[in-house]
């Protein structure tokens, strides 16, 4: 099993806001259950693989946006930058331009040349792991090495991220970035979930917890306001714009801003739902990508954490059924009762996510019988078992 799969399954200044610990989180997590099984759990094997894992990425060196050797337009190397992942030189043209996509097939010069997302992909996983090393062990050691990363991603002045994406998924030839750039980020809210794990440490001071909600303020600011939002942010109808709406919602949260994640959910994710999923369940703008189970996966997931981020602002999503009779509940029981129809059903790490999905459903939707549809009978990691 690779580390990938196993730390998978693991798991502004503008807008005013007001700093209180009632906005730390979690928020997709929920701090009650995994207090309840931090009790049951004691020092089981489970919690001896979490220490074994949470120890080794102890010993990974912490990088930075600012460690990239591509330099962005703007000449700061804090700002991210990623390319898109589908896009290839032109076979047309002498130089390659404009790059032509090719849909479900990875130009590896998106992360071999530009390392950002992978920098960023590593840094909240290793995150998720730290915090719930700290949150069941109490060992200090894995919350100074969370708020060591966070300082380098967020709080130094000369390392921390700049809070946009005006550089990201750029198109050689075509564009310098991308709206879409918002599925880069989609982590942060795991990453913010184990931040919030260890904030009854005395290494995570409210200094460190004011400046993250700063950052965040700013970024949610971004997403919401900036030209490239305004311009773009319409065009996203599929997952990407799935996980832009669990991000808007996120931050929210974070930065004190109930009754923005309150309108949001109102205003965007009830007509999304609509737009997403037909009468049987079927994600109807996945199905068509050649990776399609990949996508309706991870669509769904997304869906699963708005779902439960809903549930801060006392908003049942997990049983809502829209004013056309879709839903996050049709929507999941098709997935997992048409799977064999379905490119890449066996991918061990879509299982593992799947298997994760089920558990959550099991206790979230109401009159559910726990089935797994006839997937593969691969156990989940027992790491997961500490999350849902």
Same mark, same amino acid.
């Given at each position: 099993m690779t580390r990938h799969i196993i730390i998978f399954t693991l798991i502004l200044s503008f807008l005013s806001f007001n700093i209180s610990r009632?906005?730390?989180?979690?928020?997709?997590?929920?701090?009650?259950?995994?207090? =309840?099984?931090?009790?049951?759990?004691?020092?089981?094997?489970?919690?001896?693989?979490? =220490?074994? *894992?949470?120890?080794?990425?102890?010993?990974?060196?912490?990088?930075?946006?600012?460690?990239? &050797?591509?330099?962005?337009?703007?000449?700061?190397?804090?700002?991210?930058? +990623?390319?898109? *992942?589908? !896009? !290839?030189?032109?076979?047309?043209?002498?130089?390659?331009?404009?790059? =032509?996509?090719?849909?479900? &097939?990875?130009?590896?010069? +998106?992360? &071999?040349?530009?390392?950002?997302?992978?920098?960023?992909? $590593?840094?909240?996983?290793?995150? $998720?792991?730290?915090?719930?090393?700290?949150?069941?062990?109490?060992? $200090?050691?894995?919350?100074?090495?969370?708020?060591?990363?966070? $300082?380098? !991603?967020?709080?130094?002045? &000369?390392?921390?991220?700049?809070?946009?994406?005006?550089?990201? *998924?750029? =198109?050689?030839?075509?564009?310098?970035?991308?709206? *879409?750039?918002?599925?880069?980020?989609?982590?942060?809210?795991?990453?913010?979930?184990?931040?919030?794990?260890?904030?009854?440490?005395?290494?995570w001071t409210s200094s460190n917890q004011k400046g993250l909600q700063q950052w965040f303020s700013e970024f949610l600011e971004w997403l919401l306001y900036s030209k490239m939002s305004k311009n773009e942010v319409k065009s996203l109808n599929n997952n990407i714009g799935t996980a832009y709406d669990m991000q808007v919602i996120y931050y929210s949260l974070f930065v004190g801003k109930k009754s923005l994640a309150k309108d949001f959910i109102k205003n965007s994710v009830y007509r999304r739902i609509n737009e997403q999923f037909d009468l049987a369940g079927r994600q109807i703008l996945e199905e068509v990508r050649n990776n399609d189970f990949g996508y309706s996966v991870a669509n769904l997931r997304y869906w699963f954490n708005i779902a439960s981020l809903a549930e801060n602002v006392n908003i049942d999503l997990w049983n809502y059924q829209s004013t056309q009779k879709k839903s996050i509940k049709a929507a999941y029981q098709y997935l997992i009762t048409n799977n064999k129809n379905f490119k890449n059903k066996s991918d061990p790490s879509l299982i593992q996510s799947m298997n994760a999905m089920t558990r959550r459903a099991a206790n979230r939707f109401k009159n559910y019988k726990l089935s797994n549809g006839g997937l593969s009978s691969l156990s989940l990691m027992d790491i997961e078992l500490l999350k849902n």
């Open positions: 009632s906005a730390d989180g979690p928020f997709i997590l929920k701090r009650s259950e995994l207090e =309840i099984k931090r009790r049951n759990i004691g020092n089981s094997k489970i919690v001896l693989d979490l =220490i074994t *894992q949470a120890d080794s990425v102890m010993k990974i060196k912490i990088k930075s946006i600012t460690d990239k &050797k591509i330099i962005p337009p703007s000449g700061d190397k804090r700002d991210f930058v +990623s390319m898109g *992942q589908y !896009w !290839w030189p032109n076979p047309n043209t002498k130089n390659g331009l404009p790059y =032509i996509r090719r849909d479900g &097939k990875t130009n590896p010069e +998106s992360y &071999k040349l530009v390392k950002d997302r992978s920098y960023l992909y $590593e840094m909240c996983r290793n995150a $998720e792991i730290l915090g719930l090393a700290y949150f069941y062990t109490g060992n $200090e050691k894995y919350a100074i090495r969370l708020k060591n990363i966070v $300082e380098a !991603w967020f709080l130094n002045s &000369k390392t921390r991220m700049n809070p946009n994406l005006n550089y990201g *998924q750029y =198109i050689p030839g075509r564009v310098d970035g991308r709206i *879409q750039s918002v599925v880069d980020t989609r982590d942060f809210v795991y990453l913010l979930d184990a931040i919030a794990l260890i904030n009854n440490s005395p290494n």
